[in-house]
Nanobody, 112 residues
Framework: QVQLVESGGGLVQAGGSLKLSCVASGNGFSNFYMGWFRQAPGKEREFTAAISWSGGSTLYAVSVEGRFTIARDNAKNTVYLQMNSLRPEDTAVYFC?????WGQGTKVTVST
């Protein structure tokens, strides 16, 4: 069993930055791929970024590549999502995921 708790969301102006964190509790964190997904109002949840257990491999959605960076600290059981050059279309609830486990989400709102 793994529990995930996200934090770091908030309101930011377009062009600004936010850093999300997801802390995992339970066993085996360092063995898992970790991912970030997001769900905008009225839309389906979509993949945003993922990182391998070692941190050596990352993958991004086309819409965020070059602006977002995913990283992890296995000693802290934490995965991060650094979001730069934010756009209004990045407004969404951001969820952390590993295996079949999801966090509760953290809301990001980007104003014009």
């Amino acid at each position: 069993q793994v529990q995930l708790v996200e934090s770091g969301g908030g309101l930011v102006q377009a062009g600004g930055s936010l850093k999300l964190s997801c802390v995992a509790s339970g066993n085996g964190f360092s063995n898992f791929y970790m991912g970030w997904f997001r769900q905008a109002p009225g839309k389906e949840r979509e993949f945003t970024a993922a990182i391998s257990w070692s941190g050596g491999s990352t993958l991004y959605a086309v819409s965020v590549e070059g602006r977002f960076t995913i990283a992890r600290d296995n000693a802290k059981n934490t995965v991060y999502l650094q979001m730069n050059s934010l756009r209004p279309e990045d407004t969404a609830v951001y969820f952390c995921k590993t295996e079949e486990f999801w966090g509760q989400g953290t809301k990001v709102t980007v104003s014009t």
